[in-house]
């Protein structure tokens, strides 16, 4: 029977990568900025809240930086991809999230209608307590040998990788001791997706659907 997680705090990353570096996203400035402008404002974003950063000055870190539901997001968009970092992610604002980082996507598409992705990715990290069986007994499940001579031991967790299936290219499930919870449980379910077979529309269903996948995987379940 699976264990349900009462998560106490969740975080995101998202990155669209691009085909081939576009070297011109930034040659009219202006017009990317109206595009992403015109996207975005329905989820609150200000003038104060969208930068250009050169970096180091090289093409790679150079990039435009954009503030969302009040820095929980962050966006930026590079040469040769999209990032998004939540670090938060409240159970109220799922929805809105998800919604705000397609219309990313779609303000770089209105501006450069010809630019194609080459891949999807998602990481999503939970970080909680876990009901009817402590922790430290549910992770020592996935790890049979502790190595010994190193003082008592505080905790194990562990790391699982998958090849390619279907239009996914690769995944990573994560089990470790959470460091934001006191005896709490760290989850991390990562893969990515190739852009070809996956358009933007159909990410977010399918990154939730996968997502419930490697909880299951780990013998976890979200509450009902």
């Excluded at 990039?63 to 969302?68: I, K, N, R, S």
């Excluded at 003082?151 to 194990?156: A, D, E, I, R």
């Excluded at 934001?180 to 077979?197: I, T």
Aim: glycine share 8%; proline share 5%; net charge negative.
């Amino acid at each position: 029977m699976a264990l349900t997680l009462e998560v106490s705090k969740a975080d995101l990353a998202f990155e669209a990568g691009f085909s081939k570096p576009e070297f011109a996203l930034f040659g009219d400035g202006a017009a990317l900025l109206d595009c992403l402008y015109r996207r975005l404002e329905p989820y609150g974003l200000r003038l104060p809240d969208i930068r250009f950063e050169r970096g180091s000055g090289n093409v790679g870190d150079q990039h435009f930086l954009v503030y969302l539901f009040n820095y929980l997001m962050t966006v930026r968009i590079r040469v040769e991809r999209i990032e998004v970092h939540c670090s938060e992610l409240p159970q109220h604002l799922v929805e809105k999230f998800k919604a705000a980082i397609l219309d990313v996507l779609r303000a770089v598409k209105d501006h450069r209608p010809d630019l194609s992705f080459r891949a999807f990715a998602i990481a999503v990290g939970l970080h909680a307590k876990l009901e009817g069986k402590p922790v430290r007994d549910y992770l020592a499940q996935f790890v049979t040998s502790v190595p010994q001579n190193f003082g008592p031991s505080t905790g194990v967790g562990a790391v699982f990788y998958f090849g390619a299936e279907g239009a996914r290219l690769f995944s990573t499930v994560t089990a470790d001791v959470s460091a934001a919870v006191p005896d709490g449980l760290f989850v991390r379910v990562h893969s990515s997706w190739d852009a070809g077979s996956v358009t933007p529309d159909a990410l977010t269903g399918i990154a939730d659907a996968f997502v419930r996948q490697g909880l299951e995987s780990l013998g976890l379940q979200l509450p009902a």
